[in-house]
């Protein structure tokens, strides 16, 4: 392993090896952070990057493996039973702290929505029905 760090103008001692060149731990840290670019030490160090033959043995064994196998048959696409339902709307109500919690008290656990919805058509229903 070299004595100093390989990056140039760092006069640090090296820590580490990388591909058989001395690095610092400042600039381990720096070039092999998850923020880094891929390969950044690699190219810090000026070191090309040459096809390692034995990666392209398994890349493409790989692909080989992949195209031979039989492609699945399609599913045929969900269709929705929407038949005579009219599009949904929302309605917003903007209440005190108060009156909400006296609202989830009434409606239970997780039931809400449905206790506002019934309420409010119950109500709508009598307006109308007057």
């Known amino acids: 392993m070299p004595d100093r760090c390989e990056i140039p103008r ?13 690095v610092c731990t400042p600039h381990w840290i720096q070039f092999m952070n998850e923020n880094a670019p891929p390969e950044a030490l690699r190219i810090a160090l000026g070191i090309e990057a040459a096809p390692d033959p034995l990666m392209e043995d398994v890349m493409s064994s790989k692909k080989k493996a992949e195209t ?3 492609p699945k ?5 969900k269709k929705s039973s929407s038949k005579g339902q009219a599009p949904m709307r ?3 109500l903007r209440v005190p702290e108060e009156d909400f919690q006296l609202l989830h008290k009434a409606a239970g656990d997780r039931q809400l929505a449905h206790f506002m919805r ?9 307006a109308v029905a007057k």
């Open 10 to 22: 760092c006069r640090a001692d090296a820590d580490l090896s990388y591909l058989g060149h001395g």
């Open 68 to 70: 031979k196998s039989e």
């Open 73 to 77: 048959p399609e599913k045929p696409a």
């Open 90 to 92: 929302t309605v917003a």
């Open 118 to 126: 019934t309420t409010l058509l119950a109500a709508a229903q009598k």
